[in-house]
């Protein structure tokens, strides 16, 4: 059975750090003055989120790998000495290659490379934060005496196992066109030529980013309000942090279709010079439709009508023969991930909160006195 977790103790973790990190919030929220609840509840709330929809990513992996077999879209190419191997011989080999290509992915997703990912994660987003901004000796010990820390750093580090995953299976795409021949379903109702799981699987990576960039857009938009002391150093890298947290984001979509889209492209060549014949043929029937209108006689204009309406149906099925692994929904789901950095980043989100501002403070003051 394909785990994309396999170890059972981080299997076991998350499902319960999530809850674990919601608990450890309250607690700090109750008992440690010295933690900043407005910090510490933002970072726990995007832990929690992150890690609960990282079971559905993960989840869907293996869904996504099952659907790719069962739509027939990937093809061998395979030639013994004497030339091209028998139909059932070719089948036995993509199976083989794909049971090898889904054995390397799962060792890749548990490559012990996950285990580094952690520790610089964990060093990266929670001891340099820390030794830098608390320069008191007291405040330090303070954050580090205390559960809220520990869980916290523990999370980061789970994070980056998690962030290995998001790397591997964009590794894994990018290199599934140097392993097999493409070759998408026309007419397929996903309209990707049944090729929509590799979409979706790279639109759960930037969402799981995107998270991210609603925290850091939060923290910019806050931290621009007049009423907020925050230093501008600060409010600058929560600025450069959500740019490179979106373009990330974006990379996770992209950079793994991309090479799927190049091997689409190549198929749709193929089907261009078929265009070229059909269209050939459509102009022959109409020229002679044209030219000896008065001499066909009923049953063979209706024979010409007919293979002309048919010629017609398969143009337009064949030009509209798909060249990404996704579809219009899949990029609008992609853009609503991905609106609040964006929003944030052009300057509409500070002026939604200013509406809002008006709007509440307008509610106030007609309010009962």
């Known amino acids: 059975m394909f785990q994309p977790l396999r170890n059972r103790l981080w299997r076991m973790t998350l499902v319960f750090l999530p809850w674990v990190i919601m608990e450890t919030l309250i607690f700090a929220k109750f008992f440690d003055k010295a933690c900043s609840f407005p910090l510490a509840g933002s970072l726990c709330l995007t832990g929690f989120v992150t890690l609960w929809a990282a079971r559905f990513f993960l989840g869907g992996i293996p869904i996504a790998l099952e659907d790719i077999w069962e739509s027939n879209i990937l093809s061998t190419t395979k030639t013994s000495g004497s030339g091209v191997l028998p139909e059932y011989s070719i089948q036995i080999s993509l199976e083989r290659s794909y049971v090898n290509f889904i054995h390397d992915f799962e060792n890749y997703l548990n490559h012990s490379m996950q285990y580094a990912c952690g520790i610089l994660f964990f060093t990266i987003f929670f001891l340099v934060p820390f030794y ?167 049953d063979e204009d209706e024979n010409n009508l007919n293979r002309l309406d048919f010629l017609r149906a398969r143009y337009k099925e064949l030009d509209s023969y798909p060249v990404w692994p996704f579809d219009i929904i899949i990029i609008k789901k992609l853009a609503l991930s991905q609106s609040v950095p964006i929003l944030t980043l052009t300057g509409f989100s500070e002026q939604i909160v200013k509406i809002v501002e008006i709007g509440v403070n307008a509610l106030n003051q007609i309010g009962p006195k």
């Open 132 to 298: 830098w901004i608390e320069s008191d000796p007291k405040t330090m010990h303070s954050l580090y005496s205390n559960l809220y820390s520990g869980v916290l750093g523990f999370s980061y580090f789970f994070l980056g196992i998690l962030a290995w995953r998001l790397w591997a299976l964009s590794k894994t795409i990018s290199g599934l066109s140097a392993k097999f021949t493409i070759v998408p379903k026309l007419g397929h109702p996903d309209n990707c030529g049944g090729l929509s799981p590799l979409g979706n699987l790279c639109l759960w990576s930037a969402f799981l980013v995107g998270i991210w960039g609603i925290l850091l857009s939060a923290w910019v938009v806050v931290a621009r309000m007049p009423q907020t002391k925050i230093d501008d150093v600060y409010v600058q890298i929560a600025y450069s942090m959500l740019i490179a947290v979106l373009i990330i984001a974006l990379l996770c979509f992209f950079y793994p279709l991309w090479s799927v889209h190049i091997a689409m492209l190549a198929g749709q060549s193929e089907v261009r010079r078929h265009l070229w014949k059909i269209g050939a043929d459509i102009h022959q029937i109409e020229s002679d439709l044209l030219q000896q209108t008065d001499s066909l006689k009923f």
